[in-house]
Structures are given as C-alpha cells and as structure tokens.
C-alpha cells in the first residue's frame, strides 16, 4: 500500500511540476517525442521482433528464443565479428579517447590563432564521411600504393603487401583508419572544456602547492573536465562498437574469411540482405546489452573522478 500510496505521490508531483514549468515542457516536448519515436520505440521494437521469425513481407512469428540458440549455438561468423568487434573496440575506443584527450590539451597551450587552425586540421577528417578513402591511396595493394612503395624502397619488403585483402594485415589496417576518422566529436568536446577552465585556478593551485603540470591534470583539469570525460567516453564506446562503413568499403562484404567481420556487418548481412529481420534483432539486443554493459564499466571508473 505504501508503495502504491509512493508513487501516487511521485505522479501528482510530477503532474504539478507540469503545471508550474509548462513552458520548459514544451520546449522539450519535441526532443521527447523524437527520442521516443527514433529511439526508445526502435529499440522495443528489436527487442519484440528478436523473438519471432520475420522477413519484412509476411507477419511476424512467435518463435520463442530459437533466434538466441542459432546465434549462440550455431552461428560461428557471429563469433567471428564478436571477436574483432571486441578487439576493435578495446584497441581503437581508449586510443582514440586517448589521443582526443592528449591532442586537444597539447592544442590548447598555443596562441589563439594556431589553436584555431589546429582545431579545424584535426577536425577536419569528421566533415566527410567518405573522406578515408584517401588510405586506399596509402594502402594501394600496388607498386604505386604509397606505403608499399616505402618498405619497398628501404627493403623491408619485396613484393606489395595486399592490406585490404591480407587477413594479417586488414585489422590493424582498419584500426588505423578507425583512430584517424574518430578524432572528431570527443575532441572539440575537451576543446571546449579546456577553454572553459578559468586559468585563475591554475595560479591558485601554484599558490596553494601544486607542484607540476601533473598535478594540475589530476587535481584541477580532470574534475573540471569530468562532463567532456563522460560525454567522450559514450562517444568512443557508440563509435567503436559501431565500426561497419570503412570495413565494408574498404575491405568488402564479406571480407576475406571474414577477418574484417563486425557486428554490425552481420546486422546489415542478415537485415538488409537475407531479410531475416528476427534473427537481425536477435544480434542486435546482444549488441545492445554488450555496450550498455561497457558504458556501465566505464561509468564505474569514471565516478573514481572527483567532482569540480
């Protein structure tokens, strides 16, 4: 009864809070309705549909969790993409987030001016989105493919290397192009942060001990900068876990024995090209429940940050 009483409370407040600020309700009634309707309806909806057997023309069947065991049980490409979407994942995401971090502090120490044309330099390669074809010029499985031509003529290689299709060499290759591309979003995020901190604070710290340029990061920056630190991570998490477009360009579908497989792919592989939708949202809760699960993790590490 006390809870039903509690949330009977929760509801009448709720609905006095409508009431008192309607105005702000109504500037962000279309950033929920949105959400709800590209977002969370979506993703009830791959969660429904993991359960049946649907092919997009015929209604969907209830077919209980034989989705689940096929992928599970049967389906050794799903392990295959499992593993390099992990390795992907734990390689690029915290490098790149890394690099985001690293880059945008060491931009920040230069004259206005250079930092602009800095920002923009490193920027620049998340404008486009086809704009890494430019390493199908680099990785050219040719003579003529710049870094073919370089081993070759300082004799670490004899023959051309084909990257995209070598199975040694198409992850690493990819991770490559991963990094570059990712160096977008997170970093204009500590960009921004960085601008953000009053350098006074810095004058204070030397005045109070602080010592080194390592202090300063540990006991000022990093607190100041914990909502950049939060945003980025979720960013670099969606992003690396997300990685579909540059394999599927860059090395094909399917990619030679697969060894560029992601989970996405097989997302696309069985959603959009065998249109075995049921069995696409099966693959995708599991995908869902992995990143919610690491976005837990890293939620869990960063909450050792302390506040501003």
Request: net charge neutral; hydrophobic share 50%.
């Amino acid at each position: 009864m006390s809870n039903k009483g509690n949330r009977v409370n929760l509801f009448s407040r709720f609905i006095i809070d409508v009431k008192h600020y309607k105005l702000l309700y109504l500037m962000i009634a279309p950033y929920i309705v949105f959400f709800t309707l590209f977002t969370i309806l979506p993703i009830l909806a791959a969660f429904f549909l993991s359960f049946t057997n649907y092919d997009m023309f015929s209604t969907p069947s209830f077919i209980g969790i034989k989705n689940y065991l096929e992928l599970f049980v049967n389906d050794t490409i799903f392990y295959t993409a499992l593993k390099n979407t992990f390795v992907f994942a734990v390689i690029t995401g915290p490098l790149s987030y890394f690099l985001c971090f690293i880059i945008a502090w060491f931009i920040n120490e230069f004259p206005r001016w250079l930092r602009m044309f800095l920002t923009l330099l490193f920027y620049a390669p998340s404008l486009s989105s086809s704009v890494y074809f430019i390493w199908t010029f680099i990785f050219s499985g040719d003579t003529y493919g710049i870094m073919n031509g370089f081993l070759m003529q300082i004799g670490i290689i004899n023959e051309p290397i084909q990257w995209f299709t070598d199975t040694q060499y198409m992850l690493p290759v990819l991770m490559i192009v991963q990094v570059w591309m990712s160096l977008g979003t997170s970093f204009l995020a500590f960009i921004a942060g960085f601008q953000g901190i009053d350098r006074s604070l810095y004058e204070a710290a030397d005045v109070d001990g602080i010592k080194n340029r390592w202090q300063e990061l540990i006991y000022i920056t990093f607190p100041l900068l914990k909502p950049q630190l939060i945003f980025s991570a979720i960013m670099q998490i969606t992003t690396a876990f997300s990685v579909s477009t540059i394999s599927q360009q860059l090395c094909g579908m399917p990619s030679t024995k697969y060894a560029a497989h992601t989970l996405v792919l097989h997302i696309i592989d069985y959603g959009t090209i065998r249109y075995e939708m049921g069995y696409a949202c099966a693959i995708s809760v599991v995908l869902f429940v992995i990143v919610l699960m690491v976005k837990k993790l890293i939620d869990l590490a960063l909450s050792y940050v302390p506040d501003a």
